[in-house]
């Protein structure tokens, strides 16, 4: 059977789990299935296309770690490096830049210290997010290095770290260092409500409301519960890199061929770390680590925002890519649930 008709219940999937987004698999250089369901903005009817722009949340994590990785190899930076060598008046001590990385940093979350300390009229950039943890210093959740602990706080810092180990602002170094080179020609870092900048086909994230007689679609930012998304618009590293399926697939054959990072670095990205006691903890540079049966390694990250559920994975061993953005999130339950059931599914049907 080929892959393609394997596939052939894909609509299916998005159907049953009430998937609204973009969905493009590829296999030894073919791009076995892109499919698209839903709309860009729900109010204007503006269908999705495999061009359409969606915010990546988590799945920026990984642009972060190869934007780091990129500076090593260029003798930027160590990662052994300390954070507090790069980031003046950091109040955590002998946390290194592969700590940062692999998430056993133990920081505190900064969405806490917003919550209670911010002014919510405000939007907030990484240069608060290090003056609130230098101000009120909440303690770390273990020493460096003992734990795993997935950590935003984490990647806020080695964006600042990529600013100042450049010498530009981290969305510019990304944009020439990694997605120029990568032929990523739609992707880039922003902010749109702190920066508001003219996008074409950009898929706005919505939460959708079921009533009695009809679907209700809600920005975010629009709904009390979700104001956060408003004040925290302005940070980066952990969040707010924005792409497409087309170039998320751009991305994944750049690395494939070996041309945006060294061997070295390859590794590093694939290799689960450990902690102090041992502990293999499944998480590389930037990367989710584990394996598929009949395809072998899985290389991927996970992404979650209101009104976006995001993966974007990796099969090096199969030569397999797929990728999974979603905007439009049920007010009633988790998106997410239905996206990892949909990669499930994928990778059933592909590698069976």
Known sequence: MKTTDKLDVLAELMEEHGFHGNILVAHQEEVVRSVSRGYADYRKNEPLDSDSLFELASVSKPMTAMGILLLAERGSLSLEDLADDWLPGFPYPCITIRQLLTHTSGLPDYMDLFEAHWDMDLIAVN??????????????????????????????????????????????????????????????????????????????????????????????????????????????????????????????????????????????????????????????????????????RKVYHSGGWPGYSTMFCRYPDAEACIIVLSNLEPADRSVHTGVEAIVEEIEHHLFS
């Not at 990072?261 to 584990?290: F, H, V």
């Open 127 to 296: 240069s608060d997010v290090l003056a609130l943890l230098n101000t009120y210093r909440p303690d770390a959740g273990f020493p460096p290095g003992a734990k795993y602990q997935y950590s935003n706080t984490g990647y806020v810092c080695l964006a600042e770290i990529i600013t100042r180990a450049s010498g530009m602002p981290y969305a510019e170094f990304l944009g020439s260092a990694l997605f120029a080179p990568a032929g990523m020609t739609r992707t880039k870092v922003m902010n749109r409500r702190y920066r508001p900048e003219p996008t074409d086909n950009f898929a706005l994230g919505w939460i959708a409301e079921q009533t009695e007689d009809r679907t209700a679609y809600h920005l975010p930012e629009e709904l009390p519960e979700y104001r956060f998304v408003q004040y925290l618009d302005g940070i980066q590293g952990d969040g707010m890199t924005h792409s497409t399926v087309t170039d998320l697939l751009q991305l994944d054959r750049s690395l494939s061929a070996g041309t945006l990072l060294s061997k070295e670095s390859m590794d590093l990205m694939q290799t689960p770390s450990r902690t102090a006691d041992g502990i293999d903890n499944g998480y590389g540079c930037g990367w989710i680590l584990g394996n598929v049966p009949n395809a072998g």
